[in-house]
Every structure is written in C-alpha cells, then in structure tokens.
Nanobody
Framework: QVQLVESGGGLVQAGGSLRLSCAAS????????MGWFRQAPGKEREFVAA????????SYSDSVNGRFTISRDTAKNTVYLQMNNLKPEDTAVYYC????????????????????WGQGTQVTVSS
C-alpha cells in the first residue's frame, strides 16, 4: 500500500507560480511511476505530468508543456510539480497518483493506469 498526500495548492494571480508537493509513504519502494492529474468542476480528470522514479521517463500534457515541471526527490519520497505562468484555465483540483505497474507506451498518461491517489489540492488562478 502507498499513501499519497498533496500540498502546496492555493490562490494565485494569472502569471504567478505555485509548487505542489506529493509526499508518499508506505511501500514506496514498489512504486514505479508518479503522476499528476487535475480535474476542474464539470470536467473529466486529465493528465498533467508524470515521471518514473528512476527518472527515465518524463511526460507532460500539451497544455502545460513548457510551463510546468515535474521532479522527484527519491530520498524524501516526494514528487513536485512546479507550475509557472499559471493561467485561469489551470484552475482545478490537482491529484497525485502512483502505480506499481511497469509503464507500457503511453499508459502513464491514463488515469486508469494508476492504483493509488491522493485527496487532491485546490489550485485557483484568478484573471
């Protein structure tokens, strides 16, 4: 079992920055991939970014590529999402997720691929 806790969300003006953290506990050694997803009211959960614990694969959605950066600190069992140049359309609840399964192709971009999820942290970007 892996437990995930997100933090770092808040209210920010458009163009501002936030850094989200996802602290993992439990059987973290069994986790293969960490991902960030977001869900706005009335919208489906969408992929944001993902990274393998070994650092071999990084992936970003087109909507955040160039603005967001995912990173991980294996010593702290923590994954970060640095969000720069935030836009109102980035407003959503951001969720951290992980899976023990080995990634195959683009599966790390699919929410259904992940087995464990945090409770989410709200990010609100005002215009």
């Amino acid at each position: 079992q892996v437990q995930l806790v997100e933090s770092g969300g808040g209210l920010v003006q458009a163009g501002g920055s936030l850094r989200l953290s996802c602290a993992a506990s439990g059987r973290t050694f069994s986790s293969n991939t960490m991902g960030w997803f977001r869900q706005a009211p009335g919208k489906e959960r969408e992929f944001v970014a993902a990274v393998k614990w070994n650092g071999g694969t990084l992936s970003y959605s087109d909507s955040v590529n160039g603005r967001f950066t995912i990173s991980r600190d294996t010593a702290k069992n923590t994954v970060y999402l640095q969000m720069n140049n935030l836009k109102p359309e980035d407003t959503a609840v951001y969720y951290c997720a992980t899976t023990e399964k080995l990634a195959v192709g683009g599966l790390i971009r699919r929410a259904g691929w992940y087995d464990y999820w945090g409770q989410g942290t709200q990010v609100t970007v005002s215009s």
